[in-house]
């Protein structure tokens, strides 16, 4: 079956630490995906990656970075975390026009 | 400015009834939808999808229906149980191009009573 994995289920932080959210998917999908889900707003793109080692901006990518040094994997980088950036982080994969596979989620709390 | 629209951030409906979540889109050059589903503490699931060839989509108790010229698409779920209870979000292939990333609507909270 599909499988989108991310690291951590449930992080706690400091401001101004580095972060690093873990994705990894077993599908052999070229495209990946981190979105954000804050409630009222819904779910967010944050960055996107169409192939390993390419990379395109979302809607708010501001205060983040990406890496795909691996066609299986893609990391999220808080290079210098801030209590805005409390929220669910959401992995996801898909194939061409296929849907879109998500993982569990990993709840980031930055105090 | 949001191309997927969910008006309605939550709704309440009995066991057994029907639930309607709607949906409404700005560009008529959408031309595929699709609903998914979230648990708290879960990743999305893919729900029911349908394509503008189509005005209605169905999956067991989910029925997707789609009206093009009101630029609007509903989730129908009959009879709506407990388990039913989540957040719906609609999304859509942007129709500019870039049919790798999806829109999605910001969410209807279901709440299904017992």
């Known amino acids: 079956d599909v499988k989108v994995t991310q690291s951590s289920r449930y992080l706690v932080k400091r401001t101004g630490e580095k972060v690093f959210l873990e994705c990894v998917q077993d599908?052999?999908?070229?495209?990946m995906f981190w979105y954000r889900q804050d409630p009222g707003l819904g779910l967010r793109l944050i960055y996107f990656s169409y192939d390993v080692k390419m990379k395109e901006k979302g809607d708010i990518p501001e205060g983040y970075s990406v890496s795909r040094e691996k066609k299986e994997r893609f990391s999220l980088i808080l290079e210098s975390a801030s209590t805005n950036q409390t929220s669910m982080y959401l992995c996801a994969s898909k194939q061409g026009n296929e849907k879109l596979f998500f993982g569990s989620g990993t709840q980031l709390s930055v105090l | 400015d949001q191309q997927v629209k969910q008006n309605s951030p939550s709704l309440s409906v009995q066991e057994g009834r029907i639930s309607i979540l709607n949906c409404d889109y700005t560009n008529s050059m959408f031309d595929y939808f699709l609903w998914y589903k979230k648990y708290p503490a879960e990743g999305p699931t893919f729900l029911i999808s349908?394509?503008?060839?189509?005005d209605k989509n169905e999956d067991g108790r989910f029925t997707v229906f789609l009206n093009k010229s009101a630029k609007h698409l509903s989730l129908h779920i009959v009879p709506s149980q407990p388990g039913d209870s989540a957040v719906y979000f609609c999304a859509a292939p942007p129709p500019q191009g870039g049919s790798e990333k999806l829109v999605f609507g910001k969410g209807t909270k279901l709440t299904v009573n017992p």
């Open positions: 599908m052999d999908h070229e495209n």
């Open positions: 349908i394509s503008s060839i189509k």
